[in-house]
């Protein structure tokens, strides 16, 4: 039996060690796929922030400048061609709503025409929030922008906050 006892030990240590070699690389492999999914949502968030920039650039240009079909098809297709370029890190809630929210915005800015009401002009140039409803058109377009700019501001923060 004492002649055993040296192949027991042994078989014990090397039991020993596989477990402890499972374990290690289970755990390296738990840290390899949390900086992974770390590096996915720093990219995911980054994506939100530029989506915001993208679509606030435009709503802001649309409020000074005014924009034309032309320049909302150009800027409809930028959109669209940043979000076929981050579809793998925004939903795809979020690139509809993205949408919505850029043809309420030139929407509303078209309301705001039509009305040939100076004070809405005014406010709607200067940026003002809200804008003089002087017409059912015009308060109905800016809620509408209003309402999903709030919708995706809401997401956007929620991603961002982690």
């Given at each position: 039996?004492?002649?055993?006892?040296?192949?027991?030990?042994?078989?014990?240590?090397?039991?020993?060690?596989?477990?402890?070699l499972i374990f290690g690389y289970r755990k390296w492999r738990?840290?390899?796929h949390a900086k992974k999914l770390d590096q996915f949502n720093?990219?995911?968030?980054?994506?939100?922030?530029?989506?915001?920039?993208?679509?606030?650039?435009?709503?802001?240009?649309?409020?000074?400048?005014?924009?034309?079909?032309?320049?909302?098809?150009?800027?409809?297709?930028?959109?669209?061609?940043?979000?076929?370029?981050?579809?793998?890190?925004?939903?795809?809630?979020?690139?509809?709503?993205?949408?919505?929210?850029?043809?309420?915005?030139?929407?509303?800015?078209?309301?705001v025409k039509e009305s040939n009401n100076q004070e809405a002009?005014?406010?709607?140039?200067?940026?003002?929030?809200?804008?003089?409803?002087?017409?059912?058109?015009?308060?109905?377009?800016?809620?509408?922008?209003?309402?999903?700019?709030?919708?995706?501001?809401?997401?956007?923060?929620?991603?961002?906050?982690?």
């Open positions: 039996m004492d002649e055993y006892i040296p192949i027991i030990t042994a078989v014990i240590a090397l039991i020993g060690t596989v477990i402890g738990k840290e390899q720093k990219d995911r968030q980054e994506s939100y922030k530029d989506l915001w920039n993208c679509l606030e650039d435009f709503n802001i240009k649309v409020r000074i400048e005014g924009v034309d079909n032309k320049d909302f098809f150009k800027h409809r297709q930028n959109l669209n061609a940043f979000l076929l370029k981050k579809g793998i890190y925004i939903d795809e809630e979020d690139i509809e709503l993205s949408n919505k929210y850029a043809e309420a915005v030139f929407n509303f800015q078209e309301a002009k005014s406010d709607f140039q200067g940026t003002s929030s809200p804008v003089t409803e002087q017409t059912t058109e015009i308060g109905n377009a800016q809620k509408r922008a209003l309402k999903l700019r709030d919708e995706l501001l809401k997401k956007i923060r929620r991603i961002l906050s982690g």
